[in-house]
Each structure stands twice: as structure tokens, then as C-alpha cells.
């Protein structure tokens, strides 16, 4: 690890501190996936308050793997910290009740994120912790997030990391090879990779966000062309609720 990047995990490390002690909660609560983001995401807290600090909980549904979970109480056990697995299939076959209930991939995928968050957030009403969030930079500026689901938490610490910088966090903080190695997957269905539903990797977005942001947001090729359209189609998700005006 070099020294920018230490100093950089240092502060954030020293921004979950204070938004923790700011907050006066008395920890976090923290969704583990078996992937990238939330490993980083909940080995930077317990850095930053320790283990005992630090709940996270893994929540399956009936198309994620073995594997995953797997990788999420290693990664757990690994770091010190709580681990609790709560499976949300009860929750979708209560969904399945609704009338007029249809399901599709991209619907029933946006039922898990917001049921996991609300989860999310009963444990933490629950102990008075903070709900720390897993988002990266890549995935925000796409829009390849869900509403009220895995974009919403109560601070994300890692939300100023391309993906590319997240495994770079992840090498130099000692993620274990298994989650290192794995293709990124939201886990929405059986054989789901992020890159394939994206139609590019997680390198070229990050390249082509990069230039794009240094040239003034003017595509100049295919790729940019592609991931600045899937930004500005996504813009709604980056803003907050607008206020009607009372004197109208």
C-alpha cells in the first residue's frame, strides 16, 4: 500500500468515526453480501470502531449461492465482527400475494434491495446503530442502483470509489481471495454478473467516466457515448425528493 492510499482509507476511517459519534449511535449495522463492496465497506468500519461495533447481516434469498454466504461469515469471522443471516424468501412469497402481483427479473430484484434495506434498518432502529451503505462511485453514476434499496443508507463510505479504486481498498486492506476473485454480481437471479446486464466492464465504465468528467461530460467514443447516456437516464436516482412550492 502506498502512502496516498493509506492516508486515504485513514479518512475514511475518520468519517465513519465521527458520523458515528456525531450521531450518537452506538454502532452499525452493515448488509453482507459475499461481494467487493460490502467487504470493504464493513472492513473500513470496523477499522474505525472495531468489530464488536459492527453487525452485519447477510440476507438470502432463494437465488443466492452457497458460495456467497460462505464468503460473508468468513469475511465476518475474519474481521471480528457480529454476523446474523436472515433470509427474505418469506417476505417475497408474501409479495406473491398482492394482487396484481407480477413478477419479472428487474421487479422482483427491486422488491429484494428495498426488503433488505428495511431490514437493514429494523436492526439498527433496533440497537441505535447507524445503517452503513455499500455503494461505489461506478454504480451510482450509472444509476445501476435501486431506489430506497442499496442506495440508501445512513453514510457510505465508499461511495467515492470507482470500482477499480474499491478492489485497490479491498488488495490493500486484505479482502480474502475468494471475494476478490469473484465477477461482481447483485445476486438478483441465478447466473447474474453486473458487466454482463451492464453490457460493459467494470474497466472500460471506469475509464469512460473518468474521461468524461475531465472533458466537460462530451462523449468522444462508443463506450463514453453509452455510459453518458446511461447517466443522464439515471440523474433522477442521484436527486433528492424535490419540495412542492406552498405558494403555488
Known amino acids: 500500500m502506498n502512502d496516498d492510499r493509506g492516508c486515504a482509507l485513514g479518512r475514511i476511517e475518520q468519517m465513519i468515526r465521527y458520523t458515528v459519534w456525531n450521531s450518537g449511535a452506538t454502532g452499525v449495522v452493515i448488509g453482507v453480501s459475499g461481494g467487493v463492496d460490502s467487504a470493504v465497506a464493513a472492513a473500513m468500519c470496523c477499522r474505525a470502531l472495531s468489530g464488536e461495533n459492527v453487525l452485519g447481516i447477510t440476507l438470502p434469498s432463494a437465488v443466492t449461492s452457497d458460495g456467497d454466504i460462505n464468503d460473508a461469515v468468513e469475511l465476518c469471522r ?11 424468501e418469506p417476505m417475497l412469497d408474501a409479495y ?24 437493514l434498518y429494523y436492526y439498527a432502529n433496533r440497537d ?4 452503513c451503505g455499500t455503494s461505489n462511485r461506478t454504480e451510482y453514476m450509472l444509476g ?7 442506495n440508501a443508507a445512513d453514510f457510505q463510505p465508499i461511495l467515492h470509489l470507482y470500482k477499480r479504486g474499491v478492489y485497490e ?5 486484505g479482502v480474502p481471495a475468494n471475494i476478490l476473485k469473484k465477477p461482481p454480481s447483485a445476486g ?8 454482463d446486464e451492464i453490457g460493459l466492464s467494470y474497466a472500460e465504465i471506469d475509464e469512460a467516466l473518468v474521461a468524461l468528467e475531465a472533458n466537460g461530460w462530451k462523449d468522444e467514443n462508443s463506450v463514453q457515448e453509452k ?12 436527486m433528492t425528493p424535490s419540495l412542492l412550492d406552498s405558494t403555488l
Open 144 to 150: 445501476y442502483t435501486t431506489k430506497f434499496g442499496d
Open 169 to 173: 481498498a479491498a488488495r490493500d486492506i
Open 96 to 119: 406473491r400475494s398482492l394482487p396484481g402481483y407480477v413478477e419479472s427479473p428487474a421487479l422482483l430484484g427491486n422488491l429484494m434491495a428495498r426488503t433488505r434495506m428495511a431490514l
Open 227 to 238: 455510459v453518458l447516456a446511461m447517466v443522464k437516464k439515471s440523474r433522477h436516482k442521484r
Open 128 to 131: 441505535n446503530r447507524l445503517v
Open 188 to 195: 438478483l437471479w441465478y447466473g447474474q454478473r453486473d458487466e
Open 78 to 88: 475474519l474481521l471480528g465482527m457480529r454476523h446474523e443471516i436472515v433470509t427474505i
